[in-house]
């Protein structure tokens, strides 16, 4: 019911910069919050960033200061600002749409911070 299209993932040297986005379409009624998951190695996925339709955010605390999560303003795309990377922050960025009481994920983008 709803699509999920991810893009902007890439390889970067530490201390650089990354913007990754995702679109959410298709019956996009009703979308609540939209966030950013990854799957570091050797980690279970984790939170990175989430905003819900009233555009309240919530960081993990390993990116606050560094990633910003921000929306369009017609709440069906979302974007993470990643700053100073690091090399730990290497892993698969998933995003993940709600809608009601369901949850959609996005087949996910690599991320690499290596030098």
């Known amino acids: 019911q709803v699509r999920i299209m991810e893009s902007g993932g890439g390889l970067v040297q530490p201390g650089g910069s990354l913007r990754l986005s995702c679109a959410a379409s298709g019956s996009i009624f009703a979308i609540s919050t939209m966030g950013w998951y990854r799957h570091v190695p050797g980690k279970q996925r984790e939170l990175v960033a989430t905003?819900?339709?009233?555009?309240?955010?919530n960081y993990a605390d390993s990116v606050k200061g560094r990633f910003t999560i921000s929306r369009d303003n017609g709440k069906n795309t979302i974007f993470l600002q990643m700053n100073s990377l690091k090399p730990e922050d290497t892993g698969v960025y998933y995003c993940?749409?709600?809608?009601?009481?369901?949850?959609?994920w996005g087949q996910g983008t690599q991320v690499t911070v290596s030098s």
């Open positions: 905003i819900t339709s009233g555009s309240s955010t």
């Open positions: 993940k749409v709600e809608k009601r009481t369901l949850g959609y």
